[in-house]
């Protein structure tokens, strides 16, 4: 075990480049189909969109009787004249056991109606929950499009940050790695069918910032060693600053993640949605610092003068560039 630990403090990172890229590519491709093709081809309809970003009514009710389930729920809901409710076993305010039924836009009449017809289908259970919460289109659309300012606006911002901070191909390597992230998670939503609030949207950009933190571990290192190992092949200089920061990536990582659990396994509805898209963003932003960032900045400076020089004389001469 402790051999193991040793190796991937003296992995060839940079070695496999095509290798990471590659299984990066066959992830994001995974997610594409199910954000595209799953949904009847038609383009995002492979996400679950809650009810901030659409049009309908959210129906929350909860019932004595514990063993009523999803399956009682949606029969009931079928039968008042709602086939094409989204129904969902969920948690009501204050931790109480409940589900969520979304259904399109309902006048004040049409509510009555289906409370009546669920009030009816478990006349031995009494209905001890029942809120209404209705979303008009305007409403929606401004949710959906100030959500996509907010992403834009932040990777615009990281790119600048990162330019200014250290350079351009840096910035390009930052800025692929938070694409990497951002696309991961919503494939991930894509796959599981994970219902998709303002909550995944906040933790979106909560991912962001902590990618970029874990980049700039691995670039402030490599900035910091490139003057120093001006005579080392670039792959090489890289490499040792991976080497140099691993530990406290890994530690990071890790105690940023054991909150993250208990969040998704302990928290309220909302508080799990949070946590869900984090826990995917955060181990994706763990490997994108190394795995995508660090070898897209080695590949652009590789094919700078100075370093293809170096590569070759190292290709010459095995192991004196180490």
Known sequence: MLGRLRGIYSFDYMRHKKWWFGISATVIAIGLVAMFVRGDGVPWRGFNFGLEFKTGTRVAVAFSDPSIDVGQIRAAVTAAGYPDAVIQQVALAGGAPGFQIQVKTLDPTEEQALKTKLTEAFNKAT????????????????????????????????????????????????????????????????????????????????????????????????????????????ADMVNRSIWETLTRSINTTMMTLIPVICLLFFGGSTLKDFAFALLIGVASGAYSSIFVASPFLCWLKEREPQNRKLAARAQQSPGSAR
């Open 127 to 234: 209905l001890t929950g029942y809120e209404v919460q209705t979303v008009g289109p305007t409403f929606g659309q401004e949710v959906a499009t100030a959500s996509y300012k907010a992403i834009a606006l932040a990777l615009l911002l990281i790119l600048v940050y990162i330019s200014l901070r250290f350079e351009w191909k840096f910035a390009l390597g930052a800025i692929l790695a938070e694409f990497h992230d951002l696309l991961v998670v919503l494939g991930v939503y894509a796959l599981t069918g994970r219902e998709v609030t303002t909550a995944t949207i906040a933790a979106v950009l909560t991912i962001l910032g902590y990618s970029l933190y874990d980049t700039v571990i691995v670039y402030d290192r490599i900035r910091e060693n490139a003057p120093k190992m001006r005579r080392v092949p670039y």
